[in-house]
Nanobody
Framework: QVQLVESGGGLVQAGGSLRLSCAAS???????????VGWFRQAAGKEHEFVSA????????LYADAVKGRFTISRDYAKNTVYLQMNSLKPEDTGVYYC????????????????WGQGTQVTVSS
């Protein structure tokens, strides 16, 4: 079993950047390497929205159309951490960002993932 903790959220002006981190704990040091990891966001009053995902060996990466060319997902195996670099942020990127993990790999639906973090708030002002 893996526990996920997000960090790096905050308030930023439109056009700015943030880097979110999703740190895994629990199990052995190699535990996180067997999980695909996704990022989702949830704006107030809305459902979870897929943002990006990275598979176990970092070869396959997925991005929502809304963030392509602006966001980059990566993972550091030594630190058991997945990052989401967010550039050229827009007010519509505002929301709580969650990372999620699953041993079966990656997908674009929230139902695919069995483990979730508590979320980190991202607010982009215009």
């Amino acid at each position: 079993q893996v526990q996920l903790v997000e960090s790096g959220g905050g308030l930023v002006q439109a056009g700015g950047s943030l880097r979110l981190s999703c740190a895994a704990s629990g199990g052995t040091l190699r535990t996180f390497t067997i999980y695909g990891v996704g990022w989702f966001r949830q704006a107030a009053g809305k459902e979870h929205e897929f943002v990006s995902a990275i598979n176990q060996d970092s070869i396959r990466k997925l991005y929502a159309d809304a963030v392509k060319g602006r966001f980059t997902i990566s993972r550091d195996y030594a630190k058991n951490t997945v990052y989401l670099q967010m550039n050229s942020l827009k007010p519509e990127d505002t929301g709580v960002y969650y990372c999620a993990a699953d041993r079966s790999g990656i997908g674009t639906t929230a139902e695919h993932y069995g483990y979730w973090g508590q979320g980190t708030q991202v607010t982009v002002s215009s």
